[in-house]
């Protein structure tokens, strides 16, 4: 048996705290409000709170969303490039004549590497400006997140 804690109070004074405490509470929600009212903090809208975190979440899923999309069409714009690389190496192969003249195999050669590059460096380009755009529309929804955040605790606290 555990033992028994004594109160310096007289047995037959009630103490109001206790029969509150005694009774069961609907939420932590109720929890945290009747809490800060027993300290005499100054109304807390946790409704308030928990709408703009969610709103948060959201930016960041909208933000998110926003960065794997980009992600996606990078990929695919490099999938691509490696097609069209393959493309040209495989037409370049069907010409490919090892006993023919030198000067023509070199020329082709030369015209490959140069098409592989010119389809590499665009797409490397391509995929740059992709992620540049998706990068900027994932900052702006974070940034127009927190500009609604301050303004919304400026009307709070005014």
Do not use: W
């Not at 047995?11 to 929600?29: F, N, T």
């Amino acid at each position: 048996m555990p033992p028994r804690i004594r109160t310096l109070r007289h047995p037959a004074v009630a103490c109001p705290m206790e029969e509150e405490m005694a009774q069961p509470i609907d939420s932590y929600v109720d929890m945290f409000r009747k809490f800060g009212s027993d300290l005499g903090m100054p109304k807390f809208d946790i409704d308030a709170v928990i709408d703009g975190q969610r709103k948060n979440l959201e930016a960041l899923v909208e933000s998110a969303k926003v960065a794997a999309g980009s992600a996606q069409s990078i990929a695919h714009k490099q999938r691509e490039i490696v097609e069209a690389a393959l493309h040209e190496a495989a037409t370049l192969a069907q010409g490919f004549q090892p006993f023919g003249d030198p000067k023509v195999a070199l020329e082709r050669q030369t015209e490959f590497a140069k098409k592989t590059f010119e389809i590499a460096a665009e797409g490397a380009k391509e995929a740059v400006q992709a992620g540049r755009q998706s990068t900027t529309e994932a900052l702006k929804i974070i940034q127009e997140r927190l500009k609604e955040g301050l303004s919304e605790y400026r009307g709070k606290t005014h």
